[in-house]
C-alpha cells in the first residue's frame, strides 16, 4: 500500500499569511495526487487534483505542485474561510489512502 | 454533470450487516474510466478507504476490512453497493461513496464524491 504522510499536522496561521502543506508517499505516484479542505460537518471538498490542477471555483490563491513523492498544497494570502483540515489523497493503487491530515487555524 | 448519493440505514445494531447504496447520476457505472468506491470517516477521526471496484467486477478491498466487507455494482440500477458484517461500534462514521479516475482515464478524470451518510451502530 502506499502510504502518505501529511506535515505539519497543525498550524495555526494569520489573515494574509502564505500557508505550505507538504505530502510525502512512500513510493513514487506520478502526479496521482489530490488536496481536499473538510470543514466540520461537511463532506471533503476537492480543492487540487492531479498534484496541479485547480478544481473549478476553487479560489486561485490555492496552488499545488509536486510528483513522484513530494507534494505541496500552498496558500497564498491565508483568508479566514480557509480554516479546516486539509487531507491529501492518493489515486496511484488500486487502492485510495489518505494523509492524516493538517487542521488549519487561522 | 455526474453526481453520486448515498442512501441507507442511518442506525445498525451491533453484529448486523450494514448496507448502503450508491445511486449515480449523469453517467454510466459501466464506464471504462472510472473506479467506483467506499470511503468512511468515524467522527474526530481521519479519512479510510474501504474497498474499490471495476466496472468489470475486479473489486480492492482494505487489509484491515477485508474479512468482512463487500462492494458490488449493479448496472441496471446504475449503483454500486457496500456491505459490511458483524458491525461494532467502531464502525460508525459518516460513509462516502466516490469515483476514482482510472489510470486510463479520459476526459472529467478528477475525484468525486457523494454528500456522505451517517451511520450509527448502536442497540
Known amino acids: 500500500d502506499v502510504q502518505l504522510t501529511q506535515s505539519p499536522s497543525s498550524l495555526s496561521a494569520s489573515v494574509g499569511a502564505r500557508l505550505r502543506i507538504t505530502c510525502r508517499a512512500s513510493?513514487?505516484?506520478?502526479?496521482?495526487l489530490h488536496w481536499y479542505q473538510q470543514k466540520p460537518g461537511k463532506a471533503p471538498k476537492l480543492l487540487i487534483y492531479f498534484a496541479s490542477t485547480l478544481e473549478t471555483g476553487v479560489p486561485s490563491r490555492f496552488s499545488g505542485s509536486g510528483s513522484g513523492t513530494d507534494f505541496t498544497l500552498a496558500v497564498n494570502g491565508l483568508q479566514p474561510e480557509d480554516f479546516g483540515t486539509y487531507y491529501c489523497?492518493?489515486?496511484?493503487?488500486?487502492?485510495?489512502?489518505f494523509g492524516q491530515g493538517t487542521k488549519v487555524e487561522i | 454533470q455526474m453526481k453520486l448519493q448515498e442512501s441507507g440505514p442511518g442506525l445498525v445494531k451491533p453484529s448486523d450487516t450494514l448496507s448502503l447504496m450508491c445511486n449515480v447520476s449523469g453517467d454510466s457505472v459501466n464506464n471504462n474510466n472510472y473506479f467506483w468506491g467506499w470511503v468512511r470517516q468515524p467522527p474526530g477521526r481521519g479519512l479510510e478507504w474501504i474497498a474499490n471496484i471495476f466496472y468489470s467486477g475486479t473489486t480492492y478491498y482494505s487489509p484491515s476490512l477485508k474479512s468482512r466487507v463487500a462492494i458490488s455494482v449493479d448496472m441496471s440500477k446504475n449503483q454500486f453497493s457496500l456491505k459490511l458484517s458483524s458491525v461494532t461500534a467502531a464502525d460508525t462514521a459518516v460513509y462516502y461513496c466516490?469515483?476514482?479516475?482510472?489510470?486510463?482515464?479520459?476526459?472529467?478524470?478528477?475525484?468525486?464524491w457523494g454528500q456522505g451518510t451517517l451511520v450509527t451502530v448502536s442497540s
Open positions: 466516490a469515483r476514482i479516475g482510472t489510470g486510463t482515464c479520459r476526459g472529467d478524470c478528477r475525484p468525486l
Open positions: 489523497q492518493q489515486s496511484f493503487s488500486t487502492l485510495g489512502t
Open positions: 513510493q513514487s505516484i506520478g502526479n496521482y
